[in-house]
C-alpha cells in the first residue's frame, strides 16, 4: 500500500507519454486526438483569441474614458466661477461710471465720495483678478474680432485703419475665456 500511495503522490512527468495532457498532445500534432477534439480545441483557441482582443479594446476604450474625464474636470474646476464672474461684471460698469460723476461733480462734497468709491473700486478689481478675471484693453490697439464688439467707425488719420480708436465698454476674459467683448469705436481711413 505504501507504493501505490507513494505513485500516486508523485508528481506527473512531462516527457512521459502516458500522462501528456491533451494540450501537449496537440502540440505534437494531435497523434492521440480525434478530429472533433482537434476542432474543439481549435474553436476555443479561436474564441480565447477573441475574447482577448476585446479585453484589449475594453481597456483601451476605458483608459480614454478616464482621460477625458480628468480633462472634463479639470476644465470644470478652472471655470466654475464663469457665471458668477458674469453677473458681477455689471456692477463694475456701475462702479466706472460713478467714479466719473464723483470726479465731474464740484470738489467740497465730492471728495470723500470719490475716495469711497475709489477704495470699493479698487478691493472689487482685485478680487476679481484674484478669482481669475482679466480685463481685456482694447484702446490703440488693432481690431481684434476675437475680442472687440465694433459698433461704429470713425474717420482719422491720427492711427492706422482698423485700429481702436475708443473703448466705450471694457471686456473681460476668465483665464483664456471671453465673457464679454470689449465695445469699441474702430478707425477708417477718411473720404476724401
Known amino acids: 500500500m505504501k507504493t501505490e500511495s507513494t505513485e500516486a503522490s508523485a508528481p506527473q512527468n512531462p516527457d512521459d507519454p502516458t500522462t501528456a495532457t491533451p494540450e501537449a498532445q496537440a502540440a505534437d500534432g494531435g497523434?492521440?486526438?480525434?478530429?472533433?477534439?482537434?476542432?474543439?480545441?481549435?474553436?476555443?483557441?479561436?474564441?480565447?483569441?477573441?475574447?482577448?482582443?476585446?479585453?484589449?479594446r475594453t481597456t483601451a476604450d476605458f483608459e480614454n474614458f478616464k482621460k477625458r474625464a480628468a480633462r472634463e474636470r479639470q476644465d470644470a474646476?478652472?471655470?466654475?466661477?464663469?457665471s458668477l464672474l458674469q453677473k458681477l461684471v455689471p456692477?463694475?460698469?456701475?462702479f466706472d461710471m460713478a467714479l466719473t460723476a464723483a470726479t465731474n461733480a464740484k470738489?467740497?462734497?465730492?471728495?470723500?465720495?470719490?475716495?469711497?468709491?475709489?477704495?470699493?473700486?479698487?478691493?472689487?478689481?482685485?478680487t476679481l483678478t484674484?478669482?481669475?478675471l482679466e480685463e481685456i484693453d482694447a484702446t490703440g490697439k488693432p481690431f481684434d474680432p476675437n475680442f472687440h464688439e465694433a459698433v461704429s467707425q470713425q474717420e482719422t488719420d491720427d492711427v492706422a485703419e482698423g485700429t481702436v480708436v475708443q473703448q466705450l465698454r471694457r471686456g473681460y476674459k476668465l483665464k483664456e475665456r471671453l465673457l464679454r467683448p470689449a465695445t469699441v469705436i474702430v478707425s477708417k481711413k477718411p473720404t476724401s
Open 31 to 56: 497523434a492521440d486526438m480525434s478530429p472533433a477534439e482537434i476542432a474543439e480545441l481549435q474553436a476555443q483557441a479561436a474564441k480565447a483569441k477573441e475574447h482577448w482582443d476585446t479585453l484589449l
Open 77 to 82: 474646476v478652472k471655470f466654475a466661477n464663469e
Open 91 to 94: 456692477i463694475l460698469d456701475t
Open 107 to 126: 470738489e467740497g462734497t465730492a471728495q470723500s465720495l470719490q475716495t469711497g468709491v475709489s477704495m470699493i473700486l479698487s478691493q472689487f478689481r482685485n
Open 130 to 132: 484674484e478669482a481669475g
